[in-house]
């Protein structure tokens, strides 16, 4: 309980609790119908996807992160096409140039997981998902041809690392022309079961799958056929397996790699994430070198991973067999996770994370310096409380704080005292405590 409702009037407890209770009825009731309503549009399609076993093509990215807050912004990427105009069907010559805060060509690249840079390709509903090599010419540009098998619109995220410097994720969007085909609604697996290709994968987690909290996902792949193991795995681009997350609207990108046998959860990075810990030089998370000594076994790999938020997700896990990659999809629906699991959800740099649950806020009281810039990250944890939104009267701040998002307010405190905040209604209370440098 937030030590900061001590303060409010002489009801207890339990009379608090019953009045936040009655005054979100209605607000729970509205979310329980909508989402009944939005499940039973969705229901009937369960698409594995298109383009999701396409060997040539599919691969995860060793990207971190869609936005790589973190990325060094003083590179950019100059991209176009050739033709200019992308037609389905066609192979298309897609061109990278790196430049630097000065303009000029950036050219070597540091090779990361054997290639110096690393192209995913997406549709805007994830039903195509294809991973290749942009490859370095004479002008210092990378280049790789691609067919689009539909037109539409689809997400590119070019992932290198120039010399001497950090990761950089560069997001980049393209309109194919041709036909379109019909999206394909996500709908989460009710069997976390998949076979393609002839190799079965069954994914366990290591507990129940809920937003923010960290978890290991197990896979042991199988001969289809036979459902005997697959110990004649192979090593791909340097890893016995890769994994990759992406949220519904495209937000969120998890990745991960396999654990060495006997290693405890490495730290991981998620959208917008600064460096953690056990993490390489290269900016990609990952385990030791996945060599037939260091495996779980020869045909099982875990991965530490987290959904930083509610919602539909998909996940390709990728295995190489007999010289071919295999791509396996398998669709999760994270629901909110508890004040507890939040606690392990993405928080940006230099923030103070503030979870607001039907305990109110923790933590409730935050000591900050007088001029020094504050950033406080606000996460709804469930709700089952007022706290829709977040004000700070003094200041002029209100902000909505939908479930299960982070939300930033930020502002540079004048003077010493408390700044009180609270929500709409005044239930829940905190307050920070400024004092002089």
Known sequence: MNRSREEIGGASKRKKRIMRRILVFGTIVFITTLGIFLTACNAGVNSQGIGDANAANTAVSETNSANTVDSDSTFKVDFKTEPGQIQAGTAATLVFTVKDSKNAVVKDLQVVHEKPMHLLIVSNDLAEFYHVHPEPTADGSYRVQHTFPNGGDYKLYADFTPPNAKQVVERIEVKVAGAERSKVALVADKKLEKSVDGLKVVMKPSAKIEAGQELTLDFAAFDAKTNKPATDLQNYL????????????????????????????????????????????????????????????????????????????????????????????FIVNVPAGSAKAVKAANVPAGATKITVSSDGYEPSSISVVKGQPVRLAFYRADAENCGGEVVFAKQKIRKKLPVGETVMVEFTPSEAGEIAFGCGMDMLRGKLVVIEP
């Open 238 to 329: 340097g890893e016995l397996a890769h994994f990759v997350i992406i949220s519904e609207d495209l937000v969120d990108f998890v990745h991960a790699h396999p654990m060495a046998k006997g290693e405890k959860m490495d730290g991981m990075k998620m959208d917008g994430d600064k460096e953690e810990k056990d993490h390489n030089a290269d900016g990609h998370s990952h385990g030791a070198d996945s060599k037939e000594a260091n495996r779980p076994s020869a045909y099982e790999v875990s991965a530490h991973t987290a959904f930083p938020r509610p919602g539909l997700y998909k996940l390709w896990a990728q295995f190489q067999r007999g010289g071919k990659v295999i791509s396996i999809p």
